[in-house]
């Protein structure tokens, strides 16, 4: 009998602090087996103390042979995150879920502590050097959304391919009725702008919002919320097992999401595959590839007040935030692991057995 | 287990040549110097001198990667 293929998916752990791309890895790899692959995960932490760390593992896994394992071959490896893609293999995928944003997009922004100095500097020729070396010996290039790819393109000059794929319980996610709070899902982090929901709620008195997720903008939040005189419409959950999310997003009455250039963000589409529309800004990135202004939610300007009115719309009109949650509903339904697989795969030039 | 002094050395050498191609350059002297520092801890007993020694070896093979 023929022996399956067998694949490695390459990615960078992030202990004690897992988030979606922890879960992503996990849940490819475990789709992988499920189509009859041989597939396992392999992670190393991306340690962040010091810039030369960020050199050192990538040395690490391009010090890797992971050509072979116990005498037999390994058909094919998909790298995933920086710098994981240094990793070398003859028959290399990579599906680039984000670079190394402080050095590239976020350079210059409050969120990169990236600066002028001249050890900043070196760091951030060797992340390029390190990109261009892991993608461009790679015989496919996957990007997880067109934002990343753009990226890709517009930093390093390599082209990509978006390829999507369903949240992480896809398959679990459930539609409910109109709720009376508006969800925010997501660590609580500069970029991902936490604090824009909680000042459009200045913005809607009947508004309520659930904050889900935690970070290193909590007390800060909350101080805020105090300030602004919203508390008591804020309800916040700082970490929730997949059963209780689920309950959240199927009970919500919109989902608000706003960060800025997020990659792709699972969030409008665990809301979509909920029934519910999504709330997000003009340059929230990965998440407008999905969010359709007036057809699957509301696109605004990155401003409490546009929010807000946002906001006021959604607890007027219930038909609308019905007739937006269905289309939602559909165009989340048309993802699928079975067509991923079939791509990374293809790419891989191996076959689902 | 027990290393043979060249093992460092080809190690040194390896992954000097690693770095170089990564983008570190020969002049990178503190990553350098850090990364002798790593494989010189792998040795039990270190000579003296296997970290110069090492940082030397690191840094050939950067600049010939490069």
């Known amino acids: ?138 015989r496919r290039v996957f990007a997880n959304s067109r934002t990343v790819a753009a990226r890709l393109r517009k930093y390093n000059g390599i082209a990509s391919e978006p390829l999507y794929h369903p949240p992480p319980l896809a398959g679990r996610y459930r539609t409910g009725p109109l709720g009376d709070y508006a969800l925010s899902v997501g660590r609580l982090e500069g970029w991902k702008r936490p604090d824009l929901p909680l000042r459009a709620l200045a913005h809607a008195e009947m508004a309520r919002l659930v904050m889900v997720g935690r970070g290193p903008e909590e007390g800060r939040l909350k101080r805020l919320a105090r300030e602004l005189g919203v508390e008591a419409r804020v309800r916040w959950i700082p970490a929730a097992d997949d059963e209780t999310l689920l309950d959240l997003y199927a009970g919500a009455r919109l989902v608000v999401v706003a ?16 029934g519910k529309p999504v709330l997000t800004t003009e340059d929230a990135g990965g998440p ?66 | 287990m027990r290393t043979d002094p060249d093992d460092w050395m080809r190690l040194g050498r390896e992954s000097g040549r690693i770095l170089g191609e990564l983008g570190v350059d020969a002049e990178d ?9 790593s494989i010189a801890s792998l040795a039990r007993r270190a000579r003296p001198n296997l970290l110069g020694y090492l940082s030397r070896l690191a840094r050939k093979a950067a600049r010939r990667a490069r």
């Open chain 1, 1 to 138: 009998m023929k022996k399956p293929p067998r694949v490695l998916v390459a990615a960078v752990q992030s202990p004690f602090s897992g988030g979606g791309a922890e879960r992503h890895v996990r849940r490819l790899t475990e789709e992988l087996v499920a189509r009859g692959i041989e597939a396992d995960l392999i992670q190393i932490p991306l340690i962040e103390r010091e810039r030369f760390d960020l050199v050192r593992s990538a040395l690490v896994w391009r010090s890797l042979d992971v050509t072979e394992f116990g005498g037999r071959a390994v058909d094919a490896v998909i790298a995933t995150r920086f710098p994981s893609y240094a990793v070398r293999h003859p028959n290399k995928v990579v599906w680039v879920i984000h670079q190394y944003r402080q050095a590239y997009d976020q350079f210059g922004t409050p969120w990169s502590d990236f600066t002028a100095s001249t050890e900043d500097r070196r760091t951030r020729e060797t992340i390029e050097v390190i990109d261009r070396l892991g993608l461009s010996e790679a």
């Open chain 1, 259 to 274: 960060p800025e250039g997020e990659d792709l963000g699972y969030v409008p589409l665990e809301a979509f595959l909920s």
């Open chain 1, 288 to 353: 407008l590839e999905f969010v359709i202004d007036g057809r699957t939610g509301f696109v605004v300007p990155p401003r409490p007040e546009a929010l807000g009115a946002a906001l006021r719309l959604a607890w007027e009109r219930d038909d609308a935030l019905v007739a937006l949650g269905r289309r939602g509903l559909a165009r989340a339904s048309e993802l699928s692991w079975d067509a991923t697989i079939g791509t990374l795969l293809a790419a891989a030039g191996l076959e689902v057995p």
């Open chain 2, 29 to 37: 002297t503190r990553w350098i110097r850090k990364h002798a520092e």
